[in-house]
């Protein structure tokens, strides 16, 4: 359930990750969230869990190239995606996604779900989450 993500600290479908290593949106400066939504979504404050006009951009270039190169993902479909979903890539798991995209901007505020979504994405090989490393946080 979307709903168990309002708490504070490592949501329950994260196995292993521990409230030492989770890093609040309170705690991270502010360059840090900026940096990775001019990069990631930069609609993010603005659009209710989907960008339609980035996802028409995304499969117009995939049309055009005739590989699936781009994805329209926002960062509240990627959150979804990551703590409820298969990896699948199927119609049926993208609707699962949309139902619960709009189930959980309904429920959870932007800044949690940017919290998240920072402590859980893998930013490199071997390297996911945000930490108090100076190296994570001198984007």
Known sequence: ??????????????????????RSYEELPPHVPKVL?????????G????????????????????????????ISQQVVKNLFLKPDRTVARKLQEAFLTWRMETEVDKERI?????????WGPGVAGISRGEKVLRL
């Open 114 to 122: 940017l919290e998240i979504y920072l402590n859980l994405a893998e």
């Open 37 to 45: 939504l001019s990069a990631e979504d930069a609609a993010f404050f």
């Open 47 to 74: 659009h209710p869990g989907f960008d339609w006009v980035g996802f028409r951009r995304a499969m117009a270039h995939n049309l055009e190239t005739g590989a699936l190169e781009r994805g329209g993902s926002t």
């Open 1 to 22: 359930d979307v709903r168990s993500l309002t708490s504070a600290g490592p949501p329950p479908q994260l196995e292993g990750a521990t409230l030492a290593a989770w």
